[in-house]
């Protein structure tokens, strides 16, 4: 197995507690800015020098930026861009050839339940997980012939450090508490749909629910549902 995120000390004590529960685990550490082109390109090379052949890719890394769309700084959005969107298409190219090596093997997108709506005032995460979960729905149709199985995990808020990291100085961002599932929770509902061959995996009933919901909901009441925003906009500073 190889972990990868920027911060090494971080992959080490993961590393660490992951090789404390399972002693037969071979763990690589391999950090890694997503962000980076170049050091994404370098990973498949990277883990061919361990002797390691993957036969599943996770794509979790991921951001959110909570607030107006106007008052975004640009180095934030585009950072939701880059890991969201563009690293999460990258390595599942790198990483495919790898992976059709192996008779079965699978690829696990973390997408978002934010991805099944527009969401104002988190609008470029929750279109960066629609692109995550469209994407995955039509490669799992390409990568069939190869024994790759693809699902999207679409996750409603779990308690991680996301919501701190999308916050802006001074908000805050609304939960729905009442739909939270714990990490290990969400994790699990991914692998297991995984393994069933499922295109998605929304874990928990209320979060599933919402998923169905909000498929079937005629688009003019969706608008004026999502109309009413919980955080109101502020006029344009000059
Ligand atoms: N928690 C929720 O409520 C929730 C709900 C729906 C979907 N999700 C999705 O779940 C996934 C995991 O998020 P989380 O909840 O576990 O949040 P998190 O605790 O903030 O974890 C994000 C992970 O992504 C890594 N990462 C971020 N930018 C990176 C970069 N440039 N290069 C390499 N790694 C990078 C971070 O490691 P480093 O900072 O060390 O790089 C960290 O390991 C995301 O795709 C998120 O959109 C979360």
Known sequence: MALTARRAELLEELAASLRATHPGLTIHCLPCDLASETERAALPGRCAALGFTPDLL??????GEYGTFHEADWPRLSQVLAVNITALTHLTHLFVPLLKTHRASGILNVSSLAGETPIPDFAVYAAS???VTRLTEALRIEFRPFGIEVTALCPGPSPTAFGQTAQRPGEHLPTAEFAR?????VVSAGLRALAAGRPDAFPGAIVWWTSRLLRLLPAPFLRLILSRRPRQARPLSP
């Open 129 to 131: 997980k629609a692109y």
């Open 58 to 63: 996770i794509n979790n890394a991921g951001l």
């Open 181 to 185: 599932k714990s990490p290990a929770h």
